[in-house]
């Protein structure tokens, strides 16, 4: 399995590969905040460890295991990001809160986290209710 900083790589270079149809290491290191020198470290160590295929002065492209992990990434981020709607976090948190738990969850409790947004947006009457209680809860704290 990849570790918390090769996960933020595939995921950054599957989202612009999807976006753009390529990934360079400028575009990697300004949506990452690093320096070009650390992305082409890491692309070198994803290619070692078959993640994406890199020759020198050519590219890189995503391997097939490394657009399933890609995948899986954005599909984790995006799930966060929907559940902490549905609770009720404010907006401009949310981003900086999924960035910060993504890692540290399982597989098991993001595939839980998908049962509780799917009970809620099975049935809108359920997603009324919850906003109704973030309300009156909000009320009760602003007193």
């Given amino acids: 399995m990849p570790t918390p900083s090769m996960e933020d790589y595939i995921e950054q270079i599957y989202n612009l590969m999807e976006s753009k149809g390529y990934a360079r290491v400028s575009d990697i290191a300004e949506a990452l905040e690093v320096h070009p020198s650390s992305v082409t470290k890491m692309i070198q160590k994803l290619d070692r460890d078959d993640y994406l295929d890199y020759e020198k002065y050519r ?13 899986r990434l954005v599909f984790r981020h995006e799930l966060l990001e929907e559940f902490l709607k549905i609770i009720g976090v404010d907006h401009e948190n949310i981003y900086n809160d999924v960035e910060g738990i993504e890692h540290h969850l399982s597989w098991n409790s993001i595939d839980r986290i998908g049962d509780v947004v799917n009970y809620f ?5 359920r997603l009324k209710e919850l906003k109704k209680i973030h309300q009156a809860s909000e009320v009760e704290s602003s007193k």
Avoid: C, W
């Fill in 121 to 125: 947006k099975t049935d809108k009457k």
């Fill in 59 to 71: 590219g890189f492209v995503l391997t097939t295991k490394g657009k399933k992990i890609g995948e």
